[in-house]
């Protein structure tokens, strides 16, 4: 039962790069969300999707975009990476409470 | 904006002891959660509080909801080297009932030495 998996774990980038975090649950869960964490920030919730075929803003949007591909899968895509993106990269899903994947560490320089 | 503040960001104790780590809020929460984080993991739910006053045990913790509902805090007894961690609070944003979107704690990084 592997539960919510990302991929990858650690990516490098360079300030101006595009890349997309994939996100994949196995439980069958409507709701999938992308949330950040930063070191004294706790996590802060990027975009959300209530069910397949709906996306919305979280908290802290701006230079993200998502795709909910089917009920399985939830992509975060960085369009133009900067510096500030630097973080941890949590993907989440639910039906009551949340289940959260390990993470993919983001570094841009 | 709602925040959840914890107290204290870094916690280092010796096995055996007890702490108390907080969480507090100018705000109302209609629930709060607690989560551990082990590094390289992401977070796990530990509990859910949901009404004021309200006191949850799991073994060795106690989670307690404020009378009012603005804050929470947890209690550790003889805390183990297991116990070490990231311990993030939470509630559901803006006065909402949804346990995805969450406002969450700084996080309150606990250390056990053997």
């Known amino acids: 039962n592997a539960g919510v998996t990302q991929t990858p774990k650690f990516q490098v980038l360079k300030t101006g790069q595009s890349m997309t975090l994939q996100c994949a649950q196995d439980m069958n869960h409507n709701s999938m969300y992308w949330y950040r964490q930063d070191p004294g920030m706790g996590l802060r919730l990027i975009y959300y999707?209530?069910?397949?075929?709906?996306?919305d803003k979280g908290e802290v949007p701006n230079g993200y975009n998502v795709s909910r591909l089917n009920k399985r899968e939830f992509s975060l895509r960085l369009e133009s990476a900067a510096p500030s993106q630097t973080s941890v990269y949590f993907c989440a899903s639910r039906l009551g409470d949340l289940h959260f994947g390990n993470g993919t560490r983001l570094t841009v320089t | 904006t709602q925040l959840l503040e914890q107290s204290p960001q870094f916690l280092s104790i010796q096995e055996g002891e007890n702490l108390t780590v907080y969480c507090n809020s100018s705000s109302v929460f209609s629930s709060l959660q607690w989560y551990r984080q082990e590094p390289g993991e992401g977070p796990v739910l530990l509990v859910t509080?949901?009404?004021?006053?309200e006191v949850k045990k799991l073994k060795r913790l106690t989670f307690q909801f404020g009378d009012a509902r603005k804050d929470s805090s947890l209690h550790i007894t003889a805390a183990q080297p297991g116990d070490t961690g990231l311990y993030l609070c939470a509630g559901p944003n803006a006065g909402g009932t949804s346990y995805g979107k969450l406002t969450f704690g700084q996080g309150t990084i606990l250390t056990v030495h053997p």
């Open positions: 999707s209530a069910s397949e075929g709906t996306t």
């Open positions: 509080v949901v009404t004021g006053g």
